[in-house]
C-alpha cells in the first residue's frame, strides 16, 4: 500500500492569489495523479504528473493555470493560478500501486475556498 | 473511455446484503471493471476489480456477468461505515505499465440505515 499526505489540508485564499499544494508519498511511486472534486460533484482528472517531463493534462485543464511540478518519485506539487472562486474545490493527489490489483490509492485531499 | 451506469441512490439495513448494479454495454477486451468507494470527508479507496471470473476479497464481491455488459458489487453484510458513494469504473490495461486512467463517473450513494 502507500500512504499518501497532502498539505495544506484546507485553505481560504482570495482571488487573484495561487496556492501550490503539496503531495508526499512514503513509496516511490511510478505514477501520480492530480484530481479535483468540486462540491457535490465526482471526481475529474486534472493531469498525470510525470517524474522528470511535464505533467500531461486532461481536456480542458491548462499548465498556466494548474503547473505541476515531480521532483523525484516520492514527491509531487499542484498550484492552483490566479485563482477566482470557481476553484473552490478539493484538490485530490493519487498514485498507481505496484501490486498485482493495480489499485490506486488517494491523498486526504486539500480543500480550498476561494473568496 | 467506455461509459459505466449506476443508480444515483441505493439503501440498506445494517446487516443486510448490498447489491450494488452496474451496466457497461460498451466495454472493451482489456477493460477491467474497477470499483472505488469513497467514505464522506475522505479520498476514494479500492474496493475490488475484475476481468472475466467473479472475484471476492475481505471487503467485497464482484459478479460479473458472462457477456461482462454489466457486473454487481457484493456487500454481504452492510455496516454503517459501508454508507459511502461507490464508482464503477472500467479502466484499460494494455500490458505492462500500460494502464488506462481512472475515471470517475458519478457513482451510486449508499445509505445505510441501522
Known amino acids: 500500500s502507500a500512504v499518501i499526505s497532502q498539505k495544506p489540508s484546507r485553505d481560504i485564499c482570495q482571488r487573484g492569489t495561487s496556492l501550490t499544494i503539496q503531495c508526499q508519498v512514503d513509496?516511490?511511486?511510478?505514477?501520480m495523479f492530480w484530481y479535483r472534486q468540486q462540491p457535490g460533484q465526482s471526481l475529474t482528472l486534472i493531469a498525470t504528473?510525470?517524474?522528470?517531463?511535464?505533467?500531461?493534462?486532461e481536456s480542458g485543464f491548462v499548465i498556466d493555470k494548474f503547473p505541476i511540478s515531480r521532483p523525484n518519485l516520492t514527491f509531487s506539487t499542484l498550484t492552483v493560478s490566479n485563482m477566482s472562486p470557481e476553484d473552490s474545490s478539493i484538490y485530490l493527489c493519487?498514485?498507481?500501486?505496484?501490486?498485482?490489483?493495480?489499485?490506486?490509492?488517494f491523498g486526504p485531499g486539500t480543500r480550498l475556498t476561494v473568496l | 473511455d467506455a461509459k459505466t451506469t449506476q443508480p444515483n441512490s441505493m439503501e440498506s439495513n445494517e446487516e443486510e446484503p448490498v447489491h450494488l448494479p452496474c451496466n457497461h454495454s460498451?466495454?472493451?477486451?482489456?477493460?477491467?471493471i474497477h470499483w472505488y468507494r469513497q467514505l464522506p470527508s475522505q479520498g476514494p479507496e479500492y474496493v475490488i476489480h475484475?476481468?472475466?471470473s467473479n472475484v471476492n476479497n475481505r471487503m467485497a464481491s464482484l459478479a460479473i456477468a458472462e457477456d461482462r455488459k454489466s457486473s454487481t458489487l457484493i456487500l454481504h453484510r452492510a455496516t454503517l461505515r459501508d454508507a459511502a458513494v461507490y464508482y464503477c469504473?472500467?479502466?484499460?490495461?494494455?500490458?505492462?505499465?500500460?494502464?488506462?486512467?481512472?475515471?470517475f463517473g458519478q457513482g451510486t450513494i449508499l445509505t445505510v440505515h441501522p
Open positions: 475484475g476481468l472475466t
Open positions: 513509496s516511490q511511486v511510478t505514477m
Open positions: 460498451t466495454i472493451s477486451g482489456t477493460d477491467y
Open positions: 504528473a510525470n517524474q522528470g517531463s511535464e505533467a500531461t493534462y
Open positions: 469504473i472500467l479502466r484499460g490495461y494494455a500490458g505492462g505499465t500500460s494502464y488506462g486512467k481512472l475515471t
Open positions: 493519487s498514485v498507481l500501486g505496484d501490486s498485482y490489483y493495480n489499485e490506486q490509492f
